[in-house]
């Protein structure tokens, strides 16, 4: 499995995008998939994700309210609609996936597919 994030770029404050996360060589309907952003001298951080199975997990509080993930099983790609953005959500975001079935929410589980991330700049 092949992982494509996309849709990064530079945005002022308040502005939206929305990023995808394309998927080939599997279908990955079913699969837990994660939206993480890492900023620079930052750790990485969860912002989204679908548990296995399908269902939505909560947000964080930093992105709540102004982001939100889904899919379109028919193109096997995952989005993150990212509304009201502010400069404190400027990082490289990237999309994981993985098959298996777990009860770890998809903030805290193992991932065996990443995407290589794209960047999204914040300007004020």
């Known amino acids: 499995v092949q992982l494509q994030a996309s849709g990064g770029g530079l945005v002022q404050t308040g502005d939206s995008l929305r990023l995808s996360c394309v998927a080939s060589?599997?279908?990955?309907?079913?699969?837990?998939v994660g939206w993480f952003r890492q900023a620079p001298g930052k750790e990485r951080e969860f912002v989204a994700g679908?548990?296995?199975?399908?269902?939505?997990?909560g947000y964080p509080d930093a992105v709540k309210g102004r982001f939100t993930i889904s899919r379109d099983n028919n193109k096997n790609t995952v989005y993150l609609q990212m509304n009201s953005l502010k400069p404190e959500d400027t990082a490289v975001y990237s999309c994981?996936?993985?098959?298996?079935?777990?009860?770890?929410?998809?903030?805290?589980?193992?991932?065996?597919?990443w995407g290589q991330g794209t960047l999204v700049t914040v300007s004020s």
């Open positions: 994981a996936a993985d098959p298996l079935p777990t009860s770890r929410p998809p903030g805290v589980r193992s991932y065996d597919y």
């Open positions: 679908f548990r296995w199975g399908g269902t939505i997990t």
């Open positions: 060589g599997r279908t990955i309907s079913s699969w837990a």
